[in-house]
Every structure is written in structure tokens, then in C-alpha cells.
């Protein structure tokens, strides 16, 4: 295990997603924040726009341009939107730094696929640097473990594709379910959306709003089919509709999927047991139970829950996560560890608080 | 059109269903609130319990077996749990008083699909009085109205039920869907479980809690199957999920059906326009508009937005009501005016407020 | 009475201030909304940026500059903030046409009293049109019911000076509170803060987030003290702490005066009543009951409730409105009503939704 | 430091103060749960009640009589409502095993004071115990540290007072402000009435709805005005107004005083200095600055502005905590630190989560 601890950069420090990891950080025993960069607000302290990390995280801010920045990391955090990443990664993969970004820029391994991706959430269809694609992990620890300790460069999933793939995955890779028809109601709290003002996002709008958006045309389709595709020798469309409710934090997939003939309920369990019961933040429940959001606020644990309707034959599996922790800076930080050789779960074991 | 104002009883006027129709009745020209009844907080103004209704409605809570209660109505409401309405209905019947209930009570017509109804909910499976469940009549207008309209005796849907048969209806009636394989997932505000405190719905366990509950065993799915299944020669099991969010009102219900072959959104188009272009409580929307429960809010009004997913060959219809008011006090008062030859629409048409 | 409508132009009708007269006016007996217009959306039906009203109200937002937008108007609201009104009021008051403006635009009847306001707001302190201030009238009927009567010129008053006002008048003008150390703590929700996002009031920054703010310096605070010190015969210094509480409707005010000596519970109801009993709009509460901000939610109500605290001698009054009715549309209508000399409930008697 | 984990036994486990603790405990180094007690879901693992928890802490729920039930304990936390504790305390100490106790019981160190306490909750006016009173010591660690390190027996503070008494006392300390009128105006989160359902706090009659309550008659008055009577040789007499907001978590105070004669904010800072500059816990902010409850939100921070009104000599204290946290758990473990001769902080320094 390190002893002098590892020097984390974190470019997009501003952002959900960029607090959400320095509150991790800030009690993991075996890393140092050494620069928090971004494009706004720029020589303030960290604390100065998030109060709660007064006292705890007081660096400033630097433009990543600012010579006067620090540069002498082992680990870079891209916790910014499409597009800055990819323009960047081989920097620092040549100073020999290891990269995990959040966007969409490393989630694909050709420039084919990054293309189909990019065509959806409006960004060029060009990835900046497209040879670097075939060495990038897609940063799910469940599915890529071992190719992510292997790995220098990771594209940190989606919030939606994180609840989605782990909730069907099992049922998928044995063989219980009819692989078309998939359906993904997925519902998300706020945060998602990021930090910036827009009008749908504002309170008075917003407290009492329950809407689908972006429905058949979101861009985490394409990851989760992706990885759905490669359990399996068929190629998969899936259905997929995200709602945004009006919490902050949370996500919660709700999965129907065709049961294949004969399956029962022992056999689903025996295939999520045998792919989760060793994984550290995947707990299952069962049908009676009630699987909330706020079971895995603040928690990088995804509950999942498995229900057969035996009226019509379908599988219904719930699948709930914190999507700015499981779902973005506590995945990372997972990738984090097992990049760096680090017990996966140091700095992650916290159940979050109720109420 | 009546020039004495009709005489209405109201019975479980604390609860939300209750208190929902005297917000209306205040303000509809040609009704008068004979009597409220409840079996809780009995002799109190009704502005007591509800400090919103001081000045509009100071009327006293009868216990309804007070014989000081008045009783000569035109009409009554029973605004009570399933099991209440069952037992009196024919008692103001033979009076000559209508009757209109919020309950399952009265929304099957024959005393076996009541029995498969009650034992989902817990209730005793024999009906009070099972010789006049054939006199009943489904009260939802859009599909019912002119029966509703010879009807003395009407049980009102369920909020989900509304919902999710407004929202498929068209669709299946043309044959545009498989009937088989259709799924309702649906998410309703806190009101729709009733003004009863509970563990669930306390508002610090809530807040930003959601979560699904009843999986495959919510009781509004058999008027679901039952009303769809009217509309084709084919028995009908629906896929049903029910969620929580924490909103006080409000319920979006997406729903997703087996496109048939050759269809498209021009015929989609056709056939919702067909059935709904004049019904007055009933507002069609495009793929690309964004439909949200606040749209709704405080109004009588369904908004329905209809997609194709061309990739997956699914229709996805997003069906919004307010649960208080569509989904209950609303659609009541909507019945009333029918049974009693009142312009449908008179003391409905309220937009909300927003935000 | 009049048979013809009443024709009415709204400046500033995409906005929060705009939409909430326009919920008013749609139901209003004798009123036409003859023009919607503002600087932003401009050609859109007003139903396409609030889809509640579709149905109600479908007529395009023009610009107020647009020579086909419709002129002949009786009446014209300013929904606009601080600064536009002032400049075009004399336009429409010289061809009769009577003008209601929300801001402080109108609030204040001398060029000084209004630098004074417009400093503290940071606009130029210099009023656009000062020989016109002295015909204005401060819109609060309970106060000035017989010069808003005879009145052109008419501003609104802010939603907290609402509050405030109506809360502490009668104890100051019959002289039973100490007219010195008068405090004003108020909370109010986010939707006072109108509809432009902002980082302070975007959803995931705001739903748990309760802070003061303006704390010393907010700008309503020139109107109370005007309208308290107009009661005796001294200057008067208030102490005024807003809050923003994340709900969206609604203001609290806590008042804490010293009592005068001798002056018990008795000689304060006499005094509310005596100001109070006719007003259509208030409602007086007792100690030991329990006033909520829902009470007046979607309603035009201000509800008072009066206190006396033995242990230190202090009068507690807790005051609340709804921001957005008696606050400001509601308020609007009701002056528009008086100036009109309509009845001046019309259109108002609504008691809000609960829960 | 410890090098056998501390035993810790906890009472009332399954309530919000005792998941709370649990949440702080499970990450605390030298502290091993040894058994939790409650009166209610006797048997169940604690996980089983509250799933965020699940994998974390499963133990289970013993009634305190069942033999079964470990009792060799360092120190044991009633997590408790008012009376418990009381009857039970002695039974401990008589042990040599500590007490802390959450409720009222402890806060007082003489009989007569108790019973003015416990009249004011209806509880009766005898102490079970009141020979231990004297031994017992009020537990705020900001103002009895030293006292509380050689105790045995704690009372923690109410969560009101916590934030009302930090605010406030170096001013009055100091002599900056007339003893004489200082007035508190409380808004605290949901939470702070604790987990059980009841109608004020049902979801849909809550989410919008912000009242004032006890007005003049909140029981931490007393605890609030022994403390501020003990820096001066005066009785103090205070106003004090709590009110409940919407949201879970949170307690904002806003305190007015009257500045006494030349004092400025230069006086202001030093004694606020001199008092909390090495506190580890408090955070001192300037005019100007906002403070959020959102900014003490699962930490154990209090945040306190200082402003003066410079027109009306007020001085005006915000004081923010976290009613669960510094007003209840983790103050009560940062005593248990103390007691446990453990470095105070030890458990404690989480920033909490935003957004």
C-alpha cells in the first residue's frame, strides 16, 4: 500500500461532479489533492463556492493554462462535459499520469461508435484523438475489473448506464430473459443534470414537475447496449425512457424484460448471486421489499430487486443508485483505487444518512 | 338548466377526496352543499380542519348516523375507502338520490370480478350488495358518457386507472398496438395514498424518497384489463408498476405497446384525434413537447404525448393527470354534471396555477 | 355593472407576475385580455410557454414595440421589473387608458423617496418620469381602498411589504405597540424570486437550502417604513430579515413588537377587528392555532395570527400571504377591480387547493 | 489512544437520533456497537429498518429487559425521548459505565429546574431520579468542555439551543449587547420532530407548508435562557419563535439583539474570535457571505454570520447546524470523544454532501 500518498489533479473541480469527488477525497487516507482546475471562478478557494468544504478543502481554483498550476500528478480527474477530455488525455498519458474522465469521451473504442454518440448529444462527430480510443476501459468495475487495473486511460460511465447494466446484466448474460424488448423507465433526481441554471431546473419550476424528456433519444442507449451486446452473440436495441423528478440525488431504473421459458425466481437469483454476491457495492432485495433512493443516497452501493409478474411473463427488476456517487465520483473513485492498485473500497464505505 | 341549486351530501368530507370536491362545489353555480359527513372530527367547521376553506365553507361535519344530519339531497358522494359506499348506496337509491363513489365499490358489475378486485386489496370478497353492482356504471366519461348520463348510480376510477386507460385507449381501439405486452409504468404524488399518516409517506422518510411499491400487485389493474379488454375480443393482462415520488399531486404514466405493423404516427395521430378532439378534458401533444405533472396540476385536464420508437418498433404514450382532481374530485364533479343534465364542463374549467 | 368587457393589455406576461393574472383573468366575468406582450418570447402562444393555460388562453406573446400588436386597451398591467413602467406610463394615462404597475415604479410619490428606493436597488436614481409620482397610489386596498378608487396611476406593493404591512397596522395605529424596535422576520419562497434561473435558486441548490439574504438591505423595506411612519406622527426604523425557504408559494412573517403598557389580547383583537372585520381578504387567527403558508396557497388571503407574549412583553404576530396572489396578481386584480368599480372580489374568491 | 475498541450500548436505536449515531459509529475507530435497544421493532437487524445501513451495521434490535441483550458496555447513549433516561441512568453508572442522554432529562442540574422544564412538555414535574441531577452536565462542549471530560453523565442539548446558544454567546459574554430583548427566530427541518408520523408532518401536507408552532411556548427556552443567565449576573428572559420549514435537515436561527453603546464589528469579530477561533467545529462568516443550511448538512458544523443594522443598533445573528448532527448525534458523540478521553474530533470531520 502507498505511502506517500498519490497526487490527484481535478479538472472540472467546480462542478457536481467535481465537488462530489473532493468530498470523497478529502477522507481517503492514501491521496492528496494536489490542484483543483476549472473554467470558472477561477483563484477562488474550493470553499469559497462550496461553504460545506470550508475548513476542509481550501485550494484555490487555477486555470488549467495557469503555469503557476500544479502539473506532478499520478492520477487526472476529468469531471467535465463532452468534448475537454479527449482534447487533453494524451498530455498527460505521455508524462506517464493516468486519466479517468466522466464524458462520454473514452465510453467507446472506435471512432465509429464515439461518432454514432457524439451525432446524438450534438457535439462533432470527429473524436479529438481517435487513435487513443482503442487503449481507453470503459470504467465499469463490475463488468472490467481486471482490464481496468490494467488500464491508464478509463471512461467513467453514465449515471443511467451504471443503474441500467447492472440491473439486467445477470439476467441477460445467463440466458433468463428474451434479449429484445428490453425497457428502461429510468427516473432521475436533478443533480444529473449538472450545476448549471436552465429554466426547466429552476425550483419554482421544477419542485412539483415529474417529466420524461429526451424520450427515444437519449445518448446513454448506446453504452448500455453496447455492453448488453457483447453478454451475448445477438445485437440489442433497447427501449429507454428517462424521467427527472424533482429530488436532488437518485436514480431509480425500473427494467422489464421478457422472461425466458421455464425461469423461475430461484434461477434469477442464482445468476445475480453468482455475478454479485462477492461485489462490494451491489446488494439485491427481493420481491416484498422496498428498494428507495434514499437507501443509496450519498452511498456508492446500487440496490437491485427482482420481481417475476407471472401474469405476463416479464421480469421486473428495480435497480436504484446515487447518480452523482455510484453513478459518477464515487465510480470513479473506485476506478481510481483499482487503477492504482488501492483496496477498491478505500474511502468509499459510508452508508450515506437517512433521513 | 336548474334554477334551485341541487342539494349535495357529501360523505368522508376530511379526507383529500373530500375536501378536493368542496373546493370545486364552492364555486359551481348550480349546487348547493347540503351536509358534510365524516366519522372523524365530527362537529367541526369543516374550516378547521381545512383553514384554507374559513369564508368559503364554515359548514359542520355530521357523524352521517347524527339525525340532525340533513338527508334530502339530489345527490350524494361518498368519498370513502373501498367497503363504506357498498353498504348505504341503496338506502338514498330508493330515495331517489343519486349516488356517486370514489371507492371500488362500485366500478365492477358483477359480484366475481368485485370478489377478484376486494381480495387484492384485503377486502371481504362478498359484496354488500351484490344485486346492484349491474346497475353501476364505470364512471369515466370519456368512454361512458352516455351511460352515465341515464345512470343513478356511478363509481368513479381509479387515479391510475384514469391515467393509463386515457392514455392507451385510442390506440388499441384502432388496432394500432398488440394488445398483448403493453406495460403502464406510472408515478404518482404522495396524495394519491390519502391524508392518513404512515411511516412512507412521513414527510422527512419522503422527501426525497422514491421508490416502486405493489409491484405486479396494484389493485386498479383488473378496471384496467377490464375496460381495455371491452374495446377488443381479446382477454387482456396489462403489465403494471406503480411508483411514489415525492410530489404532493400528480400522476405521469408511460406507457409502452407493440407498435403493429405498418403504423405510424399519421394513424396514431387519427385515431386519438377521432376519440378525443372534442372532449373537453383532454389535450394531445407532439413527440419533441415536454409534458409535465405541473402542467395539470389543480385542473380537470388528461395531457397525453404520443412517440414512436422506430428503433424498437414501440409506441411510448406519457398520459399526465393531477390525482386529486382528474384522478378524483374532478372527474366526480364531471359525472355529476352528466347525471344530473348539467353542461359537463360547469365549475371545471380551471387551468392551475403555476408554479 | 358593466355589460361590455373590460379590455385589458399585460406587459410583462411570460413572467411569474404575468401568468398569475392571466390564471386570474381568464375566469374574471368581465374582463377581456384584448393584448399578451413582452420582450422575450415573442410570437409564441402564451400556451406554448405555459401549457396549463392551453385552452384557456392561446394568444400570441407581441412585442409591446410590434405596431399590429392591439392598443385600445382600458386598463394595462406592468408585470415588469423596476424601470420599464415609469418610462411609458404617461403614454397610456393620455389617452385614458389606467395603468397598474408591479414594481416600485409607482410606489413611492416624490422623485426623492424614490432615489432613495432606487439606490438600494441599484438602479439610476434618477425617476424616468417624476412629475407623474405624485399621482400614483400605493396599491394596497385594506389602506388606501378610496384613493386607489379614483386613481389612474397604481403601484403594487412588494410581497413582503404585503405581509408586513397588513400584519402590524392596526396594533401601530391604535397605538398599542412601541413604534420603535419593530421587527420583521420574513420567509418567503423561492418563486418571489420570479422566473429567470439563477445559481441561488436552481432545483439541487435549493431543495434542503434555507438562508437569509439581503439581510440589512433589502429594498422593501422604504414602503413598510413609509406606510407605518404615515400612522403616527414619528419617523420609523424597522429591522427587516428575508429568507428564501424552498417551497415555491408562500411568505411568513414574524413580527415582534413591544407592547405597550397595560395593552392585553382584548384591546388588540378590538383594534385588528375593527380595521379587519370587513376586509374581504383577511382572516384573523388566534393564539394556539397554527397558521400555515398553504392556507393561502393559490388564494388572495392574508392570515393574521395575533400573540402576546407575558414573559417579555411582546407582541408576536405571524402574517402570511401567497406571494404570488395577495402578493402580487392577486392584489393587482383587486386594485383593478376598485379602479373599475367592480365588485372588488370579482374573480377572486378562490380558496386555493389543499394539500 | 484506546487500543480495545470501546463498547458502545445505544437506546433507542431505531429512532432519528439513533441512526444517526449508528451512521457516525460504524466509521469511528475505536468504538464497537455492542448492542442496540428500542421499545419497537424488537428482533428486526437494524438494516432491515433502515437499508442505507445493510452491510454496514446488521444487528439486531433488542428489547433493553432481554436478557439476551449484551450490557457490558464503556458507555451507553439514550437516544430517547424525554423520561426514559431519567429512570434508568443510575442502574448504569452504578457500573462505572458513562450515560449520555439526548433528551431533557440530564439538562438540568437541580429539581426545581427539571420541573419547570417538564411542566412546560407535559411530562410530570418529578424527576425519577433527582439526586442525580447534580452530578449531570449540560453537554455543550463549546462552552463545558473541561467539565463535560470529567462526567460521567450528560444531558445533550436540545437542538434548538445548540444553534440559539452558539450565536449568541460571545456577544452577551462580552457585554456587546442589552441582556434585555434578544429574540430568536428558529426554522428547523422536519426532522427535528423525529421519526414518528403524525398529521403536520404527512408528506402532502407538508411539502408547501411553513408554520410557526409553540409560539411563546417552546420548552428549550429554559435550556437557552440558564446558559445565557450564567455569563451575567442577570436573569435573561428571551423570545423565542420556532417554526417548521419543508425541508428534512436543518436548523437556521436568526437572533436580534440591541448592540450596547460604541460597539462595532471590530468588537464583534474579536469576541467571536476569542471564543470559537479553535473550536473545531464552528465557522465564522462575514456580512455579505450567505449561509445555507445546506452548508452544515450531515456535518457537525455550526456557521455563524454576524451583521449589524447600523440604522435600527441591532445586532442580527445567523447560526446554522444540522438539527441531527451538532444538534443531536454528533454533538453527542463529540461528547463521548471528550468523556472518552478520544480526540474530540475523532468520527466527526465529514463535510457532508452537496448538492
Known sequence: MAKKKLRVGLIGATGYGGVGLIELLINHPYISIAALMAKQEIDKPISAIYPHLKGFCDLPVFDPADPKCPHDFDIVFYATPDGVGQKEARKWLNKGIKVIDYSGDFRFNDKDSYASYAARIGKPKEHADPDILHSSTYGL??????????????????????????????????????????????????????????????????????????????????????????????????????????????????????????????????????????????????????????????????????????????????????????????NALQNMNIMMQIEETTGLMYPGNFP
Open 141 to 330: 468495475p463490475e463488468l472490467h475489473r481486471e482490464k481496468i487495473a490494467s488500464s491508464d486511460l478509463v471512461g467513467n460511465p453514465g449515471c443511467f448506464a451504471v443503474s441500467c447494466i447492472l440491473g439486467i446484466v445477470p439476467a441477460l448474460k445467463f440466458g433468463l430473459i428474451d434479449s429484445k424488448d428490453i425497457i428502461f423507465d429510468a427516473k432521475s433526481g436533478v443533480s444529473g443534470a449538472g450545476k448549471t441554471p436552465s429554466p426547466l431546473f429552476h425550483f419554482p419550476a421544477r419542485y412539483e414537475a415529474v417529466n420524461a424528456y429526451k424520450v427515444t433519444g437519449h445518448q446513454h442507449v448506446y453504452e448500455i447496449e453496447r455492453e448488453l451486446a457483447s453478454l451475448t452473440d445477438k445485437e440489442i436495441k433497447i427501449t429507454f425512457t428517462p424521467h427527472v423528478i424533482p429530488v436532488s440525488r437518485g436514480i431509480i431504473a425500473t427494467i422489464y424484460a421478457n422472461i425466458a421459458t421455464n425461469v423461475n425466481m430461484e434461477n434469477l437469483r442464482e445468476a445475480y448471486g453468482s455475478m454479485y454476491s462477492k461485489e462490494p457495492f451491489i446488494r439485491i432485495f427481493s420481491h416484498g421489499e422496498i428498494l428507495s433512493t434514499t437507501d443509496v443516497r450519498g452511498s456508492n452501493f446500487c440496490n437491485i430487486l427482482l420481481t417475476i409478474d407471472s401474469r405476463t411473463g416479464k421480469l421486473i427488476v428495480i435497480s436504484v443508485i446515487d447518480n452523482l456517487v455510484k453513478g459518477q465520483a464515487g
